[in-house]
């Protein structure tokens, strides 16, 4: 039986996460050869990158590689980001710079270096990963929600720009998501347990989110059953972003 990707080729960044761990998976299991990227190289893919996403030389160096060994992607996934816990006032000038570089930058960087050979080959797709905090004030995380805010700007900036190359691109929109990264924060609270059900309470389908239940928003955008979708923000929220609690 044929699968959804077979004989296509996916980058997936941020690939050592929980999401982009889910993401990896998912690809593999629908057919595609997957080159996996992050900080440190995984050892999920097809073939395994390590890269600096707010560098141009990491990032162009490992798209070379990813060729190598497999081929120009026809697929591109940004799940890799940076964050930091502050408002506007306590975030120093350097970490908002930091976060753009890997967030938006990062996603430039990846349609520069993959979009001319998605091009010559007839077309091609990019999904990014935003978040539920693109679009609701958040004084705890104020520069990772501003770069989110701006990578989709970029997504439909970068969607018009690409249409006549019938390059899509879209993005995923999450609310919160069960990984380590938020047990980690749920743990460092005073009441992890209560920080915990205020959170889920937030989401008015009564659950949080899985890593799984953002691969296959990502993998149905990357699809040719969304080949009439370009630039798309779809939420994956439980719900959250309804009435924000």
Known sequence: MARRFDGKRALITGAAGGIGGALVAAFRAEGAWVAALDLEAPDSGDCNLAANMGSDADVARALAEARDAGGAPDIVVHAAAAS???????????????????????????????????????????TFLSSINARFATPTLAAYAASKAALEGLIRTAALELAEDRIRVNGVAPASVDTDLLARNF??????????AANVGRHP???????????HAVLFLSSAEAGWMT????????GAGVTRR
């Open 84 to 126: 930091v816990n502050a408002g506007v006032a306590d975030t120093p000038s350097a970490d908002w710079l930091r976060l753009y570089d890997v967030n938006v930058v990062g996603a430039v960087r990846l349609i520069q270096g993959c979009a001319p050979a998605m091009r010559a080959a007839g077309g091609g797709a990019f």
């Open 205 to 215: 389908l009564g659950r949080l989110g899985t890593p799984e239940d953002v691969a």
């Open 231 to 238: 630039g798309t923000i779809v939420e994956v929220d439980g």
């Open 187 to 196: 743990a460092a609270a005073p009441d992890p347990e209560a920080a915990r």
